[in-house]
């Protein structure tokens, strides 16, 4: 695996030279739409090196047990790791493992089924690279009553693709989360046994292989409750899965209006899968930030593996990034730009991406109409970062926001270097 920063003066002619790999495929695997490229660019090149691994070093370790454990050379670890002295190891340290034995992980991504864009042809594209497909949303009334989206022809073909159709119930009401519907229905036992049983009904009849849980802003008083309505789900699904999405958080925070409703640990009894939503560090309604710094991520999946059984946990990761006007003044909403776009924006516009080796996530800054803009995205450099993590944290796997949001780079990587089972 490769990863090439655009310098000044680099061609794709030059670097497709360099590494042995035609032009065209260089532009298919990273959503070029022209030649033009820009310093500070990131790009996949899918060479004919091995897959790769990642591995934090333990005591005993040597480069000659890995090359063992991962049935690859000493030579290929060392190679590798260049800045890294095999003869002097410290447990903690994380390295790179070329290796034929790729990283088994699970995959979700959602699909937003009220608003459908043309969604065969990229879900035909990625399908071996997913284990779930999430159909947002459903929602409810407050006597728990399933309002449905028109959904049938997107569960027969993921079922086509050997993808697992997960129904994803929100506590959506006139298009926004409310903390008041779900608190009526989770306090509700009525309510609350009536949304579970139409829950069941639902995927048994539609074929779903599961429920997808995405509350928020659930009141922090509900947190019991909300608890208590995964126990009962849970036990009326049976062996099917119960997923649930749960904002990012670094300690219990009880109280807190947006994660206080979430008992990390009592959700990871009760849950096949809790995918930890290490995304929107930055957000649309904040100032100028990352999307997910490295940094952050790694704090969240600290507290989040110390609650809940890791083989449970799915990292979040965000297949957009977002553009701010500046100066940014409160109450301002910035643009959502999915991430080939945020791409493709600076190359057009000639704009060298700079990569903040802290959060290791890319951004530049614009002006467009005589106004700054300032833009923070992924792209496979930050991605890594995170698989880095996740295979470190022994991780379950990934899922993504949103089927829609093309980012070739990352299909093209777990293609090369992942086990999606």
């Known amino acids: 695996m490769a990863i090439h920063t655009v310098v000044y003066g680099d061609t794709l002619w030059r670097i497709s030279s360099i590494y042995r790999v035609p032009i065209p495929t260089i532009q298919l695997v990273n959503g070029l739409v022209s030649d033009a490229l820009v310093p500070g660019l990131n790009l996949y090149i899918p060479d004919q090196s091995m897959p ?14 890995l090359s063992q454990q991962f049935q690859t050379t000493v030579q290929a670890i060392t190679s590798a790791n260049p800045g890294v002295d095999p003869n002097a190891l410290q447990v903690g ?29 990229i879900l035909r594209e990625i399908s071996g690279s997913i284990t779930y497909l999430g159909i947002f949303t459903y929602s409810f009334t407050r006597e728990g009553a399933l309002i449905q989206p028109n959904d049938e022809a997107i569960i027969q073909f993921s079922k086509q693709l050997n993808i697992k159709p997960l129904l994803v119930i929100s506590n959506y009401e006139q298009n926004n989360f409310s903390p008041v519907l779900a608190e009526v229905v989770l306090q509700s036992t009525t309510a609350r046994g009536t949304l579970i049983k139409n829950l069941v009904t639902a995927v048994t009849n539609k074929g779903f292989a599961g429920v997808s849980i995405d509350f928020e802003f659930v009141p922090p008083t509900r947190r019991n409750e909300f608890t208590t309505f995964l126990r009962e789900l849970k036990s009326a699904l049976g062996t099917r899965i119960l997923q649930v999405n749960a904002h990012a958080k670094s300690s219990d925070m009880p109280t807190n209006r947006l994660v206080g409703f979430l008992d990390y640990r009592a959700i990871g009894e009760v849950a096949d899968i809790v995918s930890i939503m290490t995304i929107d560090y930055g957000y649309a309604i904040g100032p100028p930030n990352p999307i997910a710094p490295i940094w952050w991520v790694e704090q969240v999946l600290i507290y989040a593996t110390g609650q809940i059984n890791r083989r ?64 923070w995205f992924e792209d496979i450099k930050s991605y890594v970062a995170k698989y880095t993590q996740s295979e470190v944290y022994n991780l379950l796997g990934a899922t993504y926001w949103r089927l829609r949001y093309r980012f070739p780079q990352n299909w093209a990587y777990l293609t090369k270097n992942v086990e999606v089972g």
């Open 312 to 375: 449970k946990v799915m990292m979040a990761m965000a297949l957009y990034g977002y553009d701010w006007t500046l100066p940014y003044q409160e109450g301002d909403v910035a643009r959502a730009i999915t991430v080939n776009n945020a791409q493709n924006l600076a190359i057009a516009n000639w704009i060298p991406i700079t990569f903040d080796l802290t959060a290791q996530a890319p951004g530049y800054i614009y002006r467009r109409d005589g106004i700054e803009h300032a833009v």
């Open 93 to 121: 340290q994380r390295i790179r493992i070329p290796t034929p034995l790729k990283y088994p992980m699970q995959t979700l991504i959602f699909i937003d089924a009220w608003d459908q864009s043309p969604y065969q042809d």
């Open 52 to 65: 790769e691994r990642f591995y934090q070093i333990r005591a005993g370790d040597t480069y000659w047990k």
